[in-house]
Nanobody, 121 residues
Framework: QVQLVESGGGLVQAGGSLRLSCAAS????????MGWRRQAPGKQRELVAA???????NYADFVEGRFTISRDNAKNTVYLQMNRLKPEDTAVYYC???????????????WGQGTQVTVSS
């Protein structure tokens, strides 16, 4: 069983910063990509950022250089440093792990439980 445990969410004023962390645990041989998605009230879930095991990154257009995703492969941990936060960044942020190899010929995708990020104006 693989679990993703997020931390680092909270309340911050506009212009402030937060750092999200997500650690994957369990029977893991390797993880292809890790990332973050978010869901604001009344909106669909959307990609924020993702990073492959090789370090290639992908960001949503709305990030506009404010966020940085990084990863520690040895710890199966992904981070999201969020700077210059805006009220519209308020959402539940979910950690994702795609292509998790748990056994030979067994690969799955996993989501964390989510962490709330609230940005006040």
């Amino acid at each position: 069983q693989v679990q993703l445990v997020e931390s680092g969410g909270g309340l911050v004023q506009a212009g402030g910063s937060l750092r999200l962390s997500c650690a994957a645990s369990g029977s893991i041989f390797s993880i292809n990509a890790m990332g973050w998605r978010r869901q604001a009230p009344g909106k669909q879930r959307e990609l924020v950022a993702a990073i492959t095991s090789g370090g290639s990154t992908n960001y949503a257009d709305f990030v506009e250089g404010r966020f940085t995703i990084s990863r520690d492969n040895a710890k199966n941990t992904v981070y999201l440093q969020m700077n210059r936060l805006k009220p519209e960044d308020t959402a539940v942020y979910y950690c994702t792990a795609d292509g998790v190899v748990v056994a030979p010929h067994e690969m799955y995708d996993y989501w964390g439980q989510g962490t709330q990020v609230t940005v006040s104006s």
